[in-house]
């Protein structure tokens, strides 16, 4: 299947402070990214959705200008967790479709591991 | 999209075919039927999906009833790798932003035992 690489895979950061983590494909043009947030023994949750070039919708309860989502390329959409605090320590997982020719099913990240201290 | 409904978890032997089962009995015409899953500490992995035929796949088999209301995913030969959290998602297929998200449930826990 297609590849999809998040980094960092682990991100240890201060109260405070904004954390990028980039998610992208590596062999295929992703037009739509899908972020989502898992906590421990919980299932995905999804975050915000995004389609390149444009801005991203987020679901609701999910405070847009708190997870700052770009996604300026084909192969490459970025999270950005502002003014992180330690109830944002979490499992983010980042998803990508492409869209040559029709329907393709979705391709995940490894995930990355924030904690807030 | 249609709500699924799975068991929390499962035990099987290692060697023995494992059978996931999902019901989702509200499930619509245009709607496919996905599996994935998640091994600890990682991103879900692609399985296999159907909408009313029954597939099979180097990784998988899915066997869908003929009302579509419940569907087996079955694992011929269960390894310990296969240990992970098993996710069963109805959704139709679209090209039109927002319809494309995949909406995960609980998933079954699946526990391969040596």
Known sequence: GAVVSQHPSRVICKSGTSVKIECRSLDFQATTMFWYRQFPKKSLMLMATSNEGSKATYEQGVEKDKFLINHASLTLSTLTVTSAHPEDSSFYICSARGSWGGYTEAFFGQGTRLTVV | ?114
């Open chain 2, 1 to 114: 999209d249609a709500k699924t409904t799975q068991p929390p978890s499962m035990d099987c032997a290692e060697g023995r075919a494992a059978n996931l089962p999902c019901n989702h009995s509200t499930i619509s015409g245009n709607e496919y039927v996905y599996w994935y899953r998640q091994i600890h500490s990682q991103g879900p992995q692609y399985i296999i999906h159907g909408l009313k035929n029954n597939e099979t796949n180097e990784m998988a088999s899915l066997i869908i009833t003929e009302d579509r209301k419940s569907s087996t995913l079955i694992l011929p030969h269960a390894t310990l790798r296969d240990t992970a959290v098993y996710y069963c998602i109805v959704r139709a297929r679209s090209l039109i932003q927002g319809a494309q998200k995949l909406v995960f449930g609980q998933g079954t826990r699946l526990t391969i035992n040596p």
